[in-house]
């Protein structure tokens, strides 16, 4: 898939603001930090379409890019950031866990690892609630130009080993790097097989 048109709709506090289409949708989450509005900003080869801040937990809001007039990307929420109040935090957990049961747009989940950090239970956490819930989701492991290559499969397959013990059968999982452009193509292909078949 080639995005020709990727443009920013809306920010919306609460899933009933989401835009009202009928288009599928294609979601983003990660932990604080993970490399999500530079993994955006890779795979529309806009550099500035997501905000990519230096200080964690920018993203507070849905936020809905529409994708070459056909679907949607959307920009969730990070989940797990330290510094925000209880509040906070539970604010978006109740923005985020809304959103993917609710929103019947709601396609399939990219839920984003940083590859550099072995398994963390926040993550594996998260993925598992994905799980129980019924949520379709996918794995992309990010910044992964940051380690070697040894380094790179020992993480994975940690995470994979671990996650074995919970599933039958694991998600897809990608591999990334916004800096080197790795992975743009696999998960553009896979966003757009689903849609062929919607």
Not at 11 to 34: D, H
Not at 149 to 161: I, P, S
Request: glycine share 6%; net charge positive.
């Amino acid at each position: 898939m080639i995005i020709k048109q990727a443009d920013f709709i809306c920010s919306s506090s609460k899933t009933e603001q989401c835009p009202q289409t009928k288009l599928p949708e294609y979601a983003f989450i990660g932990r604080s930090n993970v490399g999500k509005s530079s993994l955006i900003n890779m795979l529309t080869g806009k550099k500035k379409l997501a905000k990519v801040s230096g200080t964690p937990g920018k993203t507070r809001l849905i936020n809905h890019f529409l994708i070459n007039n056909s679907w949607y990307l959307v920009d969730l929420p990070g989940y797990g950031y330290a510094k925000a109040s209880k509040t906070e935090r539970g604010a978006f957990s109740r923005i985020i866990i809304d959103y993917l049961e609710r929103r019947e747009e709601m396609t399939l989940l990219f839920a984003l690892i940083d590859s550099r950090l072995e398994p963390q239970k926040i993550d594996i956490e998260f993925i598992n609630i994905l799980g129980e819930n019924g949520i379709p989701f996918a794995i992309i492991f990010t910044k992964t130009d940051k380690l070697g290559t040894e380094k790179l499969n020992q993480n994975v397959e940690d995470y994979k080993k671990l996650l074995s013990e919970f599933w039958d059968e694991l998600p897809k999982i990608f591999i990334s790097s916004a800096e080197k452009k790795t992975g743009k193509d696999e998960i553009l292909d896979y966003i757009d097989e689903i849609n062929t078949k919607l």
